[in-house]
């Protein structure tokens, strides 16, 4: 079983930047694919961005490619997702998921684990 716990969501003006967090409870995190989801008021929830155990592979939405970064430190069981250059689009609550067969999948159906959310506002 993991736990998984989210922090650093906020309120932000179009332009800035925001680090997510994701703290994981157990001994077997590092070999998990970890992965960011969106979900915003009225639509379905949509990958942000996933990383495999190593850190060697990732995948980022088309929409946010270029502009967020995520990361993994498997020593601290956390998992990061730096928000840069935010657009008003990009307000939704974040979800932290790990997926233990270690795919580097981008659908909510693959992953095993989920957080409880943080949420992210970008004012215009």
């Known amino acids: 079983q993991v736990q998984l716990v989210e922090s650093g969501g906020g309120l932000v003006q179009a332009g800035g930047s925001l680090r997510l967090s994701c703290a994981a409870s157990g001994r077997t995190f590092s070999s998990y694919t970890m992965g960011w989801f969106r979900q915003a008021p009225g639509k379905e929830r949509e990958i942000v961005a996933a990383?495999?155990?190593?850190?060697?592979?990732?995948y980022y939405a088309d929409s946010v490619n270029s502009r967020f970064t995520i990361s993994r430190d498997n020593a601290k069981n956390t998992v990061y997702l730096q928000m840069n250059s935010l657009k008003p689009e990009d307000t939704a609550v974040y979800y932290c998921?790990?997926?233990?067969?270690?795919?580097?999948?981008?659908?909510?159906?693959?992953?095993?684990?989920w957080g409880q959310g943080t949420q992210v506002t970008v004012s215009s």
């Open positions: 990383i495999s155990w190593s850190g060697g592979n990732t």
């Open positions: 998921a790990a997926d233990r067969r270690g795919l580097v999948g981008t659908t909510p159906m693959g992953y095993d684990y």
